[in-house]
């Protein structure tokens, strides 16, 4: 199989850039999935070690891939310990 899409990427040369970026797109939607099974504290892999692992974060800790406008070193905490 590889060796007949060789064979039409020799063939048909403009087909290279949509294989790059198709193959780019599929890595890195995967290592997003991986990060999410991972680092998300929404995710519980131990239950018996740590079966609610949401209430051992801190005000501080930033779980969110992205924040615009958020400076999480200066939060107060505004919850209750359980």
Request: aromatic share 12%.
């Amino acid at each position: 199989m590889l060796a007949t899409v060789r064979k039409q990427l020799r063939n048909h040369p403009a087909l290279i850039p949509l294989f790059i970026f198709i193959g780019g797109g599929a890595a890195m939607s995967m290592l997003y999935l991986a990060r999410l099974g991972l680092r998300n504290p929404d995710v519980c892999w131990d239950r018996k070690n740590n079966p609610e692992p949401w209430n051992k974060l801190g005000p501080t800790d930033q779980y969110k891939f992205f924040a615009v406008n958020m400076d999480y070193s200066k939060l107060k905490k505004d919850r209750p310990d359980f």
